[in-house]
């Protein structure tokens, strides 16, 4: 149900006797009394000559509406006679409708990826879990399984997309985030924010996407994880994209949050665990909602305390709202307020020689459990020149 109480849902139909038919459609309702059929079994394929819904149940899934009461859905087709029977690889795909002015194709199981190197197609246009996600500006987001060219029978990454129409009525899609490709070895997208938290200070790739979802403003947020196994949650614009949260940086929680429990009563800084997108409340399309137009996110992670492990459940669990912002490297090191200054190479260096101090932090880098090592020197160095890299 959208914001104007238009209902969208899938129904499978009956004849005058109540007898199924093996048929479904695609409806709007509002105000229990006036039914809009927007796609049925059987019926033509929009801008896919020769081909129609296929006629039958399980025809239709992945359904939302948007506020103008425009829905999206993912199809099954089949073809006409004589033409070739269709497979998984190019029978599925997705449609939108807005504000009765017809239907149309989005994309396809099976279609190029244009200007794609090496050459791509959509293997799976429903991938990832929940609906196709449609906003009233008339754009969708959704992951997509891709195959290459030298087997387009096998998907070997994925990716998430954007569509939207142009001035002049044209689908133009764009890739938001693209993973690594397991079987080509091709690199994915970095993964932005990940240099202030990686071992080594150089930026993690996207290798794998779960959640999608879009606002009114036609931003996007979606959680990954990267190769390094590491899970966050981003959002953006094709070519533009910032972490909201990403596993093992450190967040302040204020001492006196009530209702949480395992929170000490004077740590304030902890270490974030596990991230889950948190889907509570309700949006325009109908379904739990986890991101507004105002660009805040709604995600629940395990936190720990600072110098935990962010690998493992366990501590406390805490629900956050957040916006997309540049993350860097933390080396406010004698937690002065300032980051990156000489002060905070001093006392690294002091810590080092003379043992801690009270403000500062822990010189194990790394993190791999021992202070104040060449590797740990490497690194706090590296990630005082590198600064915001990939964020």
């Not at 947020?221 to 953006?236: C, E, L």
């Not at 935990?308 to 669990?317: A, D, I, L, P, V």
Request: include cysteine.
């Amino acid at each position: 149900m959208n914001e104007t109480d238009v209902v969208a849902y899938i129904a499978e139909l009956s004849d005058n006797d109540w007898h199924v038919t093996n048929q479904e459609a695609v409806y709007t309702v509002s105000g229990g009394i006036s039914f809009t059929k927007k796609a049925e079994s059987g019926q033509s394929a929009p801008d896919l000559p020769g081909l129609k819904f296929a006629s039958d149940t399980f025809v239709f899934s992945r359904l939302s509406i948007n506020d103008l009461g425009g829905v999206a859905f993912l199809a099954r087709l089949v073809s006409t006679p004589p033409a070739p029977a269709l497979t998984p690889e190019n029978g599925f795909a997705v449609f939108v409708e807005n504000g009765g002015s017809g239907l149309r194709l989005v994309v396809r199981n099976g279609d190029p990826i244009a200007g794609s190197n090496p050459d791509y197609y959509f293997f799976n246009v429903g991938d990832g879990t929940g609906p196709t996600r449609y906003n009233s500006s008339g754009s969708t987001a959704f992951i997509s399984t891709l195959a290459p060219s030298a087997d387009p029978t096998t998907p070997t990454r994925q990716s998430v997309w954007r569509s939207r129409f142009s001035s002049q009525g044209n689908v133009i899609l764009e890739e938001v985030a693209r993973g690594y490709d397991v079987r080509l070895d091709d690199a994915g997208d970095s993964a932005p924010g990940t240099s202030a938290l990686s071992a080594n200070g150089e930026c993690e790739e996207f290798e794998t996407f779960s959640r999608v979802t879009i606002n009114d403003s036609g931003e996007v947020a979606f959680f990954a994880t990267t190769r390094a196994n590491r899970s966050g949650i981003w959002v953006g614009t094709p070519g533009s994209l910032l972490p909201v949260v990403i596993q093992g940086q450190n967040v302040e929680i204020p001492t006196n949050v009530g209702g949480i429990t395992g929170l000490s009563a004077t740590e304030s800084r902890y270490k974030v665990g596990i991230v889950t997108l948190e889907e509570s409340g309700g949006s325009e399309d109908g379904y739990n909602m986890s991101f507004n137009d105002l660009g805040e996110v709604i995600f629940r992670a395990d936190v720990a305390p600072s110098n935990g492990n962010s690998n493992t459940r366990g501590f406390t669990e805490a629900l956050f709202v957040g916006v997309g912002a540049a993350l860097c490297p933390d080396t406010d090191f004698d937690n002065d307020g300032d980051a990156g200054t000489d002060f905070d190479a001093e006392a690294f260096f002091s810590v080092i020689t003379n043992g801690p101090c009270s403000t500062c932090d822990s010189t194990d880098v790394n993190g791999d459990g021992d202070e104040g090592t060449d590797e740990d020197i490497e690194l706090f160095f590296m990630r005082l020149s590198a600064g915001c890299a990939c964020s």
